[in-house]
């Protein structure tokens, strides 16, 4: 058998799983929890943040390093962060889309 040469990419193994497809309908899709973490602070500030989210990490001497901490050890609170990102990024879309009216 030969051997492939080193420009050429060795064969996926059989029962190599498929890589992720794309996702064009999935907003969070190769969005960072940091990511969304400063977009939300940006728009909505800390306080704000930690009255739609009760996290003592939003309200007491907050940051985007003590926050993350908290978000990757804690499903369900990231999973409230992704949820508030949502309904942010629907709310910006709502305010863009929607014609002024006079």
């Known amino acids: ?22 996702q064009p309908r999935n907003p969070l899709h190769g969005v960072t929890l940091e990511r969304m973490l400063v977009d939300l602070v940006e728009h909505f500030g800390w306080d704000e943040l930690g009255q739609q989210i009760a996290l003592r990490c939003f309200t007491h001497e907050p940051s ?3 926050s993350l901490k908290l978000l990757r050890k804690t499903p369900w609170a990231r999973e409230k962060v992704e949820s508030l990102y949502l ?10 889309l929607t014609p002024t009216r006079r």
């Open 1 to 22: 058998m030969p051997q492939p040469s080193p420009a050429e990419p060795a064969p996926a193994p059989a029962d190599a799983a498929p890589s992720p497809a794309v």
């Open 87 to 96: 309904f942010m990024l629907r709310e910006q879309r709502r305010m863009t």
């Open 64 to 66: 985007i390093k003590s």
